[in-house]
């Protein structure tokens, strides 16, 4: 079946522009998380969605930062008045549950965000 | 807070060697622990997994060991290969629920021929 997908692949702003990425998670999975990967870097969380459950958003890093899951599918995070160290691989990853066997994270492609 | 320290960020082996990274994590609820592999240019992919109910998995040239006492888990990978050069995650559960994912900074490895 089909796996995580993340659109756009690459993103080119300039600094001060909003930009508005997006997750496709696999279809049944109950869980959705954001993660941001500077270049050669480890994977910092940003925010967690599961379920109908509040998300925990304790990684955002600013107020600029924002992210919403609709009807429990698709997830787009949004990044306001972009600044140049937002510039990174922001990674999607969906996973069947948060418990039992269902814990295991599978990644989309990624979106590699250039802030000029 | 809630962190998970990884260790070494570079590794060099003899291909045939083995390889050892280790991790540390901060909440004593995690009870979910896996490693993931990224190759160049690729998503992270999960290649073991251990939950806090057993103290070592095995699979194949990979194992993983779990101290939850001292809150250290590792991965060892025996025979090491060229295709095992990538970078390795460790993560583990946090959160009120501890379901929410954290990872390490990752390791480098590299297998010399």
């Known amino acids: 079946g089909a796996g995580v997908s993340q659109s756009p692949s690459n993103k080119v702003t300039e600094k001060g522009k909003d930009v508005e990425l997006r997750c496709d998670p696999i279809?049944?999975?109950?869980?959705l998380y954001w993660y941001r990967q500077s270049l050669g870097q480890g994977l910092e969380f940003l925010i967690y969605f599961q379920g109908n459950s509040a998300p925990d958003k304790s990684g955002l890093p600013s107020d600029r930062f924002s992210a919403e899951r609709t009807g429990g599918s698709v997830s787009t995070l949004t990044i306001q008045r972009t600044q140049q160290e937002d510039s990174a691989v922001y990674l999607c990853?969906?996973?069947?549950?948060?418990?039992?066997?269902?814990?295991?994270?599978?990644f989309g492609p990624g979106t590699r965000l250039t802030v000029t | 807070g809630e962190n998970v320290e990884q260790h070494p960020s570079t590794l060099s082996v003899q291909e045939g060697d083995s390889a050892v990274i280790k991790c540390t994590y901060s909440?004593?609820?995690?009870?979910?622990f896996p490693w993931y592999k990224q190759e160049l240019g690729k998503r992270p992919q999960l290649i073991i997994d251990i939950r806090s109910n057993v103290g070592e998995k095995k699979d194949q040239r990979i194992a993983v060991t779990l101290n939850k006492t001292a809150k250290h888990f590792s991965l060892h990978i025996t025979e090491t290969q060229p295709e095992d050069s990538a970078v390795y995650f460790c993560?583990?559960?946090?959160?009120?629920?501890?379901?929410?994912?954290?990872f390490g900074s990752g390791t480098r490895l590299s297998i010399r021929p």
């Open positions: 990853a969906s996973s069947l549950e948060t418990s039992g066997r269902g814990y295991e994270q599978y």
């Open positions: 993560a583990a559960s946090m959160g009120s629920s501890a379901s929410k994912i954290i």
């Open positions: 909440d004593s609820a995690s009870n979910y």
């Open positions: 279809s049944g999975h109950t869980a």
